[in-house]
């Protein structure tokens, strides 16, 4: 599993005209699911995202996680993260999840958040979206779950 963590001062999701998800401070996590993605993985991924120490403390210093300044995330599914454009110029997804997978390996991701007492608003799974943000550094940070097992 891949996720590309933005710090954000807000950020939102719009399928057409509608707008399906919005936050204020917090994490826009593009979340991307490998075919051989498991539970394990998005376990993993979900608890790393919230206890991601990026945040200012008192001192200017990254020491704080969403759970200690009670931000949000905003997950949007993005099976593009497991594009591989190394031949050629078109990507290859053949290591993207499937939609079964990936939606239910999203779904137990963002649950895990939740349960943690973290917020979450949502993209819609396999819908075009419109992704806007304010980033807040800016701060990106990258975590692929595979490079932990």
């Known amino acids: 599993m891949r996720a ?11 399928v057409g005209t509608d707008t399906v998800g919005s936050i204020g401070a917090g994490f826009l996590v593009l979340l991307g699911v490998a075919k051989d993605d498991g539970e394990k993985d998005a376990l993993y991924t979900a608890d790393k995202v919230a206890g991601l120490r ?19 995330v905003l997950a949007v599914s993005q099976f593009t993260l497991y594009g591989d454009a190394r031949a050629g110029r078109r990507p ?11 939606l239910s390996l999203y ?15 949502r993209g819609v ?4 979206m419109e992704v806007h943000l304010v980033n807040d550094g ?10 932990y097992f």
């Open 107 to 121: 779904g137990l991701f963002t649950k895990r958040l939740e349960s943690s007492g973290i917020p979450v608003s």
């Open 4 to 14: 590309v963590v933005q710090r954000v001062r807000e950020a939102s999701v719009k």
């Open 125 to 128: 799974f396999g819908a075009k």
């Open 92 to 102: 290859s997804f053949t290591e993207a999840a499937g939609a079964d997978l990936g």
């Open 138 to 147: 800016p701060v990106t940070i990258l975590i692929d779950s595979k490079k």
């Open 54 to 72: 990026v945040f200012d403390d008192g001192d200017g210093k990254f020491n704080l996680s969403l759970k200690d300044t009670g931000g949000a």
